[in-house]
């Protein structure tokens, strides 16, 4: 099964920003998903509505083409009831932190994968690519030169926010340039 | 035109060395290098001009040509002829042509018996081989259709295909097993991997690897997050290697990990 996966920074309003338009372009579907306290899928009636979102309660969204099946009750039965989605998770950006965002897919439809490729296409032409990783406990830096990041994330680590990874105590430095 | 200019050079050539080797120094007259140059030149006119023709005809061109070369030597370079040397030219060139050509033929009939033997037994070989081959592939062919339908596989025959390397999602005992203990988690939720979605990639900067993916990453309610890795044990219970080096990378990259064994290794 075709999969997809890209990690990335942005600001949280830029990938907000950038869902709405991808929903507009494609008339997909958006579906907020919140896993805490409890388990709940809330389908937007209007994508514009995705700009009302908090996204300290949830950051998760998934997009389809046609209308999916919100009568799941818990993430895994909704992902089995509505497998070729793209996902997305928007990094919070908390405590002076900013952190990793997921685009991903897992389709075999090839309605789906069409349009996914397009989607992640575009997003890759409008993102910076190539960030440092830098281990704290041992000072290993090693380039990695498909990270993605967008110019809003570029001046947070600018401004001086900590660049961090979805999980783990590592940090980034988003410049493709040496560092010492 | 070319047999008799290169048959000129050829012969000045061979005078001029046999005139520097006999005593150190160059000093035939300018008589005997024409002389040469004559005989050379209707000797090669005469070998050019009977390229292709048969034995006889090419013995007695040749010697002809010796002849008359050998004259104009004497003539040039003495003034007078001795018939007597210039029959011996001539007959030598016939020895020498016909000796070559003997010669030639013994070592082709050689050759060719030769190549015949060394193309017999290599088409021997070769066919020996085949069928050795051939067999062989006709054996493993119907051991796999044996495997094959007792384990009910599909595509038997010509068109089975082994495929390596990582199974689809959905598909193989790996996956299987993910999925499995995917729905077992209590303590979080599955925010990738797990076959639902995609694995997250973590980077492990002076890892084995310079990534990871976990096959399952959970969420729990106070946002912390650790990982699950399903795999193969070695005979003791460990994991196997590789399974361990991969937790090792992503512990070292602060990322809290599980195992869970799925199948013993050898």
Known sequence: ?180 | MAGAGIGALVNVALTAAGDFLDDGEMNMGWEAYAGAAVEGAVTGAAAAATGGASLVVTLAAGAAASGAGNAARQYITTGKVDAKKVVYAAATDVVAGGAGHLASVAVKKVTNSVIKVAASKADDAAKSAKNTISNGVKDSSNKIKTIAASSNIKGTGETLKVKTGPKPAGTGPHNNKIEEVAKLVKDGKVIAGGQKLPEVSIKTPGGVKNSRRPDILVEKPDGTKYGINVGKTAKSGAPIKREAQAINDLEDAGLKMHYVPYKKGK
Request: negative net charge.
């Open chain 1, 1 to 180: 099964m075709p999969k997809n996966n890209v990690q990335f920074h942005a600001n949280p309003t830029e990938t907000i920003s950038l869902i709405k338009d991808f929903a507009k372009e494609y008339n997909l579907h958006i579906v907020i998903i919140e896993l805490y306290p409890s388990f709940i899928v809330n389908l937007l009636n209007d994508v514009g509505d995705i700009e009302n979102v908090s996204i300290c309660l949830t950051n998760r969204f998934c997009l389809y083409i046609n209308k999916p099946d919100t009568t799941a009750n818990s993430y895994l039965d909704f992902l089995d009831r509505n497998p070729d989605c793209l996902s997305v998770t928007v990094g919070k950006f908390t405590d002076n932190q900013l952190e990793e965002s997921l685009l991903a897919t897992q389709t075999e439809d090839s309605e789906y994968l069409k349009i996914w490729k397009k989607v992640l296409k575009k997003f890759t032409s409008v993102t910076l690519s190539g960030a440092w990783v830098v281990n704290p406990n041992n000072g290993t830096k090693v380039f990695y030169k498909q990270h993605r990041y967008t110019e809003g994330a570029k001046k947070l680590f600018d401004d001086g926010v900590k660049i961090i990874p979805v999980a783990g105590w590592n940090y980034y430095i988003l410049s493709s340039g040496l560092i010492v």
